[in-house]
């Protein structure tokens, strides 16, 4: 190859970096999906508590966490302030909180393949709350894009064997959630300058998650579970989907601070891809015909939403390099000023 279209080690290394970023987190989202709606699922291992679920999740997460920070000290907290962690801290503890509820309640009403065609709606929701926290400026052709998203999911909505209303109702409501999580990130740890490592992210999250969560869990599923007799806690299951989400929590941090919130949409579009083949094959849901027709809307949608997002990335990029390319010929033009003027001088003197 020519000398411009080589790729430098430093850059092939940060590629290398971001497909292991991308496959890793793909595999473990895969992995707490299906774990999950084995647990929460009726027919399966029969324990539809989503709260208590998350909140197993949370407090073992919060307690790695801890042991990693305060005894091993394998990592340094943070230095933040009261005041960033009440306004940014705690509200993205209590979204990744409510996402979590929501989205593990779906699983209890509908089908793993259907709940994936819904979570197309996130690059809508991602761009619409990033106009209202004004992180994106709207565009027609772009919410032209995002409304063939919409009637891509409602078409396969149509088309789903087991439409539940309420189950749609809690998915979309996680997938809102989820979008403003993940825009709040952003907005955390880029504009605010916070530095925050995937340990630190959940040392400082999770714990937040916990308490949040405590509380539906009270008036919602303790009285429930303080009736049921016969349940003996299962530290092989649990623990073993706890470790799982560890990880999903820690990929999901480092995925999305080391590269970005739109990097981890398009791998979610082929994580989605992968759950509903094995849920169809595996599983034996059941998806129709309208729903692939449906979802491959969304899919064609949801990609062209991604590239114009990547070609804008890239005209930044370019945007800076001549940037610094202008400064630095500006600093030679003056070095070589400054050089003329003195060399003047001397010989005038």
């Not at 407090?59 to 000290?73: G, Q, T």
């Not at 309640?105 to 990033?130: C, D, N, T």
């Not at 299951?237 to 560890?246: M, P, Y």
């Not at 129709?288 to 062209?304: E, K």
Request: aromatic share 14%; charged share 15%; glycine share 6%.
């Amino acid at each position: 190859m020519g000398k411009g279209g080589a790729l430098s080690d430093g850059v092939v290394k940060k590629i290398i970096l971001s497909y292991t970023y991308v496959a890793v987190w793909i595999f473990l989202s895969f992995t707490v999906i299906v774990y999950n709606k084995y647990i929460l699922d009726r027919k399966l291992y029969n324990w539809p508590f989503p709260i208590s679920l998350t909140m197993i999740h949370m407090a073992f997460c919060s307690s790695l966490a801890f042991i990693a920070v305060r005894v091993f000290k394998l990592v340094e907290p943070a230095s933040l302030s009261r005041r960033v962690y009440l306004t940014s801290i705690l509200p993205i503890g209590a979204l990744y909180s409510l996402s979590l509820w929501l989205s593990n309640s779906a699983y209890i009403y509908l089908s793993v393949s259907f709940i994936q065609m819904l979570k197309a709606l996130m690059p809508v929701a991602v761009y619409s709350i990033g106009i209202l926290f004004k992180k994106d400026s709207y565009k027609n052709n772009t919410m032209l894009n995002m409304l063939a998203i919409s009637m891509g999911v409602a078409i396969a909505a149509y088309g789903e064997a087991k439409y539940d209303s309420w189950g749609v109702f809690l998915q979309l409501g996680a997938v809102v959630f989820e979008a403003t999580r993940l825009v709040m990130i952003q907005i955390l740890l880029t504009s605010k300058g916070i530095n925050l490592n995937p340990i630190t992210s959940l040392y400082y999250v999770a714990p937040s998650c916990f308490v949040f969560l405590s509380i539906p869990w009270i008036f919602v599923e303790f009285p429930v579970l303080k009736q049921k007799s016969g349940f003996h806690f299962d530290f092989v299951i649990f623990g073993t989907n706890s470790i799982c989400a560890f990880a999903l929590n820690l990929a999901v941090f480092l995925l999305v601070g080391k590269t970005s919130a739109l990097t981890m949409n398009v791998a979610g579009v082929v994580k989605d891809w992968l759950l509903i083949a094995f849920s169809w094959s595996v599983i034996k849901d059941t998806v129709t015909p309208v729903n692939l027709i449906g979802y491959g809307l969304a899919f064609l949608g949801v990609g062209y939403y991604n590239h114009l997002k990547l070609q804008a990335l890239k005209a930044k990029e370019a945007q800076k390099k001549e940037q610094s390319a202008d400064e630095e010929a500006g600093k030679l033009l003056d070095e070589r000023e400054g050089e003329g003027i003195g060399k003047k001088g001397d010989s005038q003197a």
